[in-house]
């Protein structure tokens, strides 16, 4: 089972460089997709079943901001939206998808912004996260939490660390948080795999040639709960692949 995670910054934006080729060309089994920035009722049937697909969306009250949505071609055993926080769920920022063996949780974690403006409700987001999926593994769930972290947790996981410490996404703040989610039980299994590899990222910067020489960060993660750690067959990303300032992340169980 091939489980793909892809923030595609604007769905429709995506969907016109190329999107719907990658995917018939792919066939992940489940396809998570963070900041949408749609409506359901904004899209065309291409984009709300395509292939072989059923859809799930959980769009921000705010048309053309955040959302995530999920394709599945394996029908989940249920469905939600949200966590049961207002200010969260306002901004469509995280879905759950019940499996016979495990429970996906799509999430678009905020960025905190310029200066911090936004860290505060960041790290609100985060605290109410890490709650939420230990309380569905104290349940008996296994976890998978994929999605835009907008946290790249230690120096080897963006290209400038020194001049970006006081930049979001690589704030203390956010960096202790993940520190603190990961001793609560949950595996980054790709640095795990991986600990000393240098030069693997999920998002680089629009400005000119930034991705070609490869000046990027990872902020996109398949965690999944320390349970489930032997499941994982296989964990990557894809950085050739183009459409969004992210690429695509893969996790086979």
């Known amino acids: 089972m091939k489980l793909v995670s892809w923030n595609v910054n604007g769905i ?7 999107m719907l080729d990658w995917l018939e060309q792919e066939r992940p ?37 955040s959302g995530v949505a999920t394709y599945s071609r394996i029908a989940p055993k249920s469905v939600s939206q949200g966590i049961g926080d207002q200010d969260i769920d306002r901004e469509g920022r995280v879905q759950t998808l019940v499996f016979e063996d495990f429970t996906l949780v799509n999430a678009y974690f905020p960025n905190s ?34 999605g835009d972290y907008n946290i790249a947790h230690e120096e080897i996981d963006l290209k400038n ?40 990222y999920t998002w680089w910067s629009y400005r000119p040639g930034v991705r070609e020489r490869n ?18 067959k296989n964990i990557g990303h894809w950085p050739a692949v183009y459409g969004s300032d992210h690429c695509p992340i893969y996790l086979e169980i």
């Not at 505060?120 to 230990?134: D, P, S, V, W």
């Open 161 to 200: 660390p020194k001049t970006n410490k006081k930049n979001a996404g690589f704030l203390p703040e956010e960096r202790a948080w993940m520190t603190r989610f990961l001793e609560a039980g949950f595996s980054d299994v790709f640095r795990e795999r991986h600990p000393e590899e240098e030069g693997h």
């Open 113 to 146: 912004q310029r200066e911090g403006a936004r860290l505060g409700y960041k790290l609100h987001f985060c605290e109410a996260i890490l709650t939420y999926c230990r309380e569905l593994v104290q349940a008996g769930s296994h976890i998978v939490l994929c």
């Open 215 to 232: 000046v990027g960060w990872r902020i996109d993660y398949h965690c999944v709960d320390e349970g489930f750690r032997k499941k994982i």
């Open 29 to 65: 089994d489940v396809f998570c997709l963070q900041e949408t920035k749609a409506q359901p009722e904004q899209l065309t049937s291409e984009l709300l079943e395509p292939l072989d697909y059923q859809s799930y969306w959980h769009s921000a009250e705010k048309k053309g901001y």
């Open 12 to 18: 429709r934006a995506a969907s016109k460089k190329g």
